[in-house]
């Protein structure tokens, strides 16, 4: 069984970046497709960007497209999230996921394996 432990989160003002990490431990994330959702105060849970196994496809949410960028290293079993141009609507807790398929999926009852999370606050 995998666990997950994100990182980077933090307050930037509206415009800025950051780069969240997600570290793996127990098995290799080599064996998952990995995602990234969001949770605002009061809002369900959202959907971010995902990584397939493999090929390393990529997918993102209408909201994000052309702003954030999903990267895995197996060899450092991490999955990372940049982000860029920050908006106060991205503001939330950022959730790194993992399941066990060759590929990535938008839903998050798809994936059984969750981090704590990290916070990211973006200010007008």
């Known amino acids: 069984q995998v666990q997950l432990v994100e990182s980077g989160g933090g307050l930037v003002q509206a415009g800025g970046s950051l780069r969240l990490s997600c570290v793996a431990s127990?098995?290799?994330?080599?064996?998952?497709?990995m995602g990234w959702f969001r949770q605002a105060p009061g809002k369900e849970r959202e959907f971010v960007a995902a990584i397939s196994r493999s090929t390393g496809s990529t997918n993102y949410a209408d909201s994000v497209k052309g702003r954030f960028t999903i990267s895995r290293a197996n060899a450092k079993n991490t999955v990372s999230l940049q982000m860029n141009s920050l908006k106060p609507e991205d503001t939330g807790v950022y959730y790194c996921?993992?399941?066990?398929?060759?590929?990535?999926?938008?839903?998050?009852?798809?994936?059984?394996?969750w981090g704590q999370g990290t916070q990211v606050t973006v200010s007008s």
């Open positions: 127990g098995r290799s994330i080599s064996n998952y497709a």
């Open positions: 996921a993992a399941r066990a398929s060759p590929l990535s999926d938008r839903r998050s009852s798809m994936y059984p394996y």
